[in-house]
């Protein structure tokens, strides 16, 4: 089993590298970019079989580690 | 008092805060290694500034998981003095041991200069030997520097004045162009709720010797042994008989 994770600043916290992305994507043009966010992907192997049991561990190991609650949102996939 | 200040891999102003205990203060200072569990008896415990774990997923991030913060963690339930500098901050942040977060500096710069801090409260062992509304000169030298929390935890702090020191200018006012990394309501530095954890971005190890540019952040390093002091003889003449 793989897990993709997802982690996100989260809405409201300051975001300037976000920010200065899409300044720089107006400035080449691509005015219809906006709300852009900068966040980070974790892609990680699971000696797991059972998929209920992979997600719920994949969970306690974004709440333990992978995101920060105080400044991130996070969201994973598992493939089985 | 004795002192002791951790080294993570990637620390890198664990022995300048050595330098300016042992050299200037003349404090008793032990080093920590991250791997040790033991805190060899400290009084109070410093986490320094850099990058430890090369400051990987997030700063501070971990660190926090290292064994010598196991001990801390219970070293500060206990009571004990814990002082979070830099990276340290972060750390102490990550770790739950101080409320919200440090992110990417405003302006996505490195910024390395000194800056004017108003004292906003003498009521830590930090801080206790301070005026209260003094300007400390002092630098600070981060990328990530920038203290978020959400509004509820934001407005606990102001309201148990756990701010201790806030990015303002020359004159002390605390205005924005004052923050130099877009820290909310300027927050330089903040106390737990019980105040015996404090973290800050400035570096008072930075600011101990007049050729370094000044000597403020001696006020906090004395304020802490002075804090010490006081409640050593508290106890003993508690447990003195007679008393």
């Known amino acids: 089993m793989r897990a993709r994770v997802y982690i996100t600043p989260k809405k409201g916290v300051l975001d300037p590298q976000g920010k200065a992305i899409e300044h720089s994507l107006h400035a080449l043009g691509f005015d219809e970019a906006h709300d852009v966010h900068l966040g980070k992907y974790v892609e990680l192997a699971l000696d797991s079989q059972e998929p209920e049991r992979a997600r719920q561990r994949v969970d306690d190991m974004c709440r333990k580690l992978l995101a920060n609650g105080v400044i991130e949102d996070y969201r994973f996939e598992i493939e089985e | ?243």
């Open chain 2, 1 to 243: 008092m004795r002192w002791g200040v951790v080294t993570f891999p990637g620390s890198n102003d664990d022995h300048d805060t050595l330098y300016a205990l042992d050299r200037v203060l003349g404090e008793e200072v032990v080093s920590l290694w991250h791997k040790d569990r033991d805190l060899k008896q400290v009084d109070c415990v410093v986490l320094p500034g850099g990058f430890s774990y090369g400051d990987y997923l997030r700063c501070g991030a971990l660190a926090r998981f290292s064994p010598v913060m196991e001990s801390i963690i219970q070293f500060a339930a206990a009571g004990g003095l814990v002082l979070g500098i830099c990276n340290g901050f972060q750390v102490l942040c990550e770790a739950g041991l101080l409320p919200g977060a440090l992110v990417r500096n405003r302006g996505l710069r490195f910024i390395c200069q000194f800056v004017h801090l108003r004292l906003e409260d003498t009521d830590t062992p930090f801080t206790c030997r301070c005026t209260s509304g003094e300007v400390l000169t002092i630098p600070i030298k981060h990328g990530e520097g920038c203290y978020v929390a959400d509004p509820a935890t934001l407005d606990q702090l102001e309201r148990n004045h756990q701010v201790v020191l806030r990015y303002v200018d020359g004159s002390g006012r605390a205005t924005a162009e004052a923050n130099p990394n877009g820290s909310l309501n300027n927050i330089a530095g903040i106390v737990n709720r019980q105040r015996n954890v404090f973290g800050l971005m400035p570096h008072p190890e930075h600011a101990s010797e007049k050729i370094q540019g000044g000597e403020d952040g001696l006020k906090l390093f004395r304020s802490a042994l002075a804090a010490y002091t006081e409640r050593e003889h508290r106890h003993a003449a508690s447990v003195a008989p007679g008393h």
